[in-house]
């Protein structure tokens, strides 16, 4: 078996640095279509002999999860090492007890035909539906029982993973897209990775197949047939378009061949030298096509100043992808293989109940069912008109616990969730707010609170006003209020 380098992390978690795909599975089983389950449990039996023996899939990747547990009993018949399993579980936004959680993993462990899931990667829809918290401290509670070997992420923000890391969830990975047209994992993502100690696994990094010699000096494709590409040729327009993208590919293609690789081995050694990642995952389609060859090359290649120099002026000609990495499937402009997600967002259930105040035409209550509300005689948030006025708000989660202590951004992150719920509660959203005012019991933190203030309202830029408290109810270090305006009608 050939020796791919694997990639220590502190949580001792050590995946290949070059992991194997199995996400086209979907695509080759689109519409129904039948596939040979024991010949691509084979063929991914034979991507470990090769020494690809670290595995992607999901929940929602057609059969992965019942081809890697075949493939893992070839294996184990052969008595060949076992492969190291990484799925993900993507639930639709609802209450995540103990029993959804647990649920979740054994529809996996089922599929997989096996006792323990190496690595469950978790995906959220919207942090506003502020259940995927819970759902991470109950996968935490799976894995000290032994179902779960560790804790990843996939598509998790930045704000977000720090969160869940300050919080002292175990993150050991985040699976994030990034490529030399999308770098946003090289800024923020990177750098908080790296002081928390979490792996970055890179997926997109060929952008389904655009980086490579086939598409150098060729148009610009008029149809795409498969969900792979229609999602990245998103991103290569969202980067300027099919012009710069091609100035690209001859840089790359210059780089290639003066060390005689090809041009994913370029793309796809420049993002695994980047701090903080783990490993690139490189897509497969089992049973119809192979590039293991042409991978283990990547691991010999050194990129040089002068590559470097030459690839940093190419893609300083691209345009940044907007946002934070994961945001693709949250916001505008949804660069994802079917387009907008609009639709799909619009139907997660509001987090937050609102009624309407009785013999108050016009007015409406939010409450997040705090024993506080009721004790105090307060609601979470009030609508009246367009008006909508949001209670002072703490880090305190739905069991009524602190999060992340003595941790002030990562206090604002979740406070600005659930502003955001509340709002959203009332019918409006982040946009629509006008004022917020921010309550520091220390204000030399101040920093740390206005960074989590500016992501959350990029687009709205509220009024606001920082107010040094001199102590808050609680173990706290932060306090929100806001205002927000709101022309439609309450949902």
């Known amino acids: 078996m050939t020796d791919v380098p694997r990639t220590e992390l502190p949580s ?25 389950l024991d010949a691509m449990a084979a063929a991914l039996a034979g991507y470990a002999a090769a020494g690809f023996d670290s595995w992607d899939m999901a929940d ?46 054994e529809r996996s462990l089922e599929r997989l035909g096996l006792p323990r899931v190496d690595v469950m990667q978790f995906h959220w ?45 175990p993150v050991a990975t985040n699976q994030v897209c990034f490529s030399l047209v999308d770098r946003r994992a090289a800024g923020r993502m990177a750098e908080v990775a790296t002081a928390e100690g979490v792996g970055i696994l890179a997926f997109g990094t060929l952008l389904g197949g655009f980086l490579s010699e086939r598409w150098l000096g060729k148009p610009e494709p008029d149809a795409i047939g498969d969900w792979s590409k229609m999602k990245y040729k998103r991103f290569i327009d969202a980067a300027g378009g099919w012009a710069p993208f091609q100035a690209l590919l001859r840089t790359l293609g210059g780089v290639a061949r003066k060390h005689g690789v090809s041009i994913p081995n370029v793309a796809t050694r420049w993002v ?5 990642v783990a490993g690139v995952i490189v897509g497969t389609r089992l049973g119809e096509n192979e590039h293991r060859d042409d991978n283990l090359r990547m691991m010999s290649l050194v990129l040089d100043a002068d590559d470097r120099a030459a690839i ?3 893609t300083e000609a691209l345009a940044p992808i907007p946002g934070d990495c994961g945001d693709e499937y949250r916001r505008h402009p949804f660069l994802t293989a079917s387009g907008d997600l609009s639709h799909h967002l619009d139907a997660v259930p509001k987090y937050y109940p609102a009624l309407p105040v009785p013999a108050r035409p016009g007015r409406t209550r939010v409450s997040t069912g705090s024993v506080w509300e009721a004790t105090a005689g307060f609601s ?48 409006g959203t982040l946009d629509d707010v006008v004022r917020t005012r921010i309550y520091l019991t220390d204000p030399e933190r101040w920093e740390e609170a206005s960074r989590a203030h500016a992501r959350a309202f990029a687009g709205a830029m509220p009024a606001n006003t920082l107010i040094a408290a001199g102590g808050l109810v609680g173990p706290y270090q932060v306090e929100i209020e806001a205002e927000a305006v709101v022309t439609e009608d309450v949902a």
Request: aromatic share 6%.
């Open 272 to 276: 695994l030298d980047t701090p903080g």
């Open 12 to 36: 001792a978690l050590a995946p290949r640095k070059i992991v194997t795909g199995l996400w086209q599975m979907a695509d080759q089983e689109r519409d129904g279509r039948a596939v040979d």
């Open 380 to 427: 979470r948030a009030v609508r009246v008109g367009g008006r909508v006025l949001v209670s002072g708000t703490t880090a305190t989660d739905g069991a009524g616990n602190p999060v992340c202590e003595g941790d002030v951004e990562g206090q604002t992150v979740y406070i600005l969730d659930k502003v955001a719920a509340s709002v959203e509660a009332a019918g």
């Open 60 to 105: 929602h990747y057609g059969s992965a999860e019942i081809v890697a547990g075949r493939a893992a009993r070839l294996l184990a018949a052969a008595g060949a090492p076992a492969p190291l399993i990484m799925t993900k579980w993507c639930p639709p936004p609802g209450p995540m007890t103990r029993e959804v959680v647990r649920a979740g993993v």
């Open 125 to 169: 829809w919207r942090y506003e539906h502020l259940e995927w918290l819970p759902a991470m401290e109950e996968l935490a509670r799976l894995r000290e029982e032994g179902l779960i070997g560790w804790i990843g992420l996939t598509n998790f923000d930045t704000a977000h993973l720090r969160l869940l890391c300050r919080h002292g969830v």
């Open 312 to 314: 940093a002026a190419a």
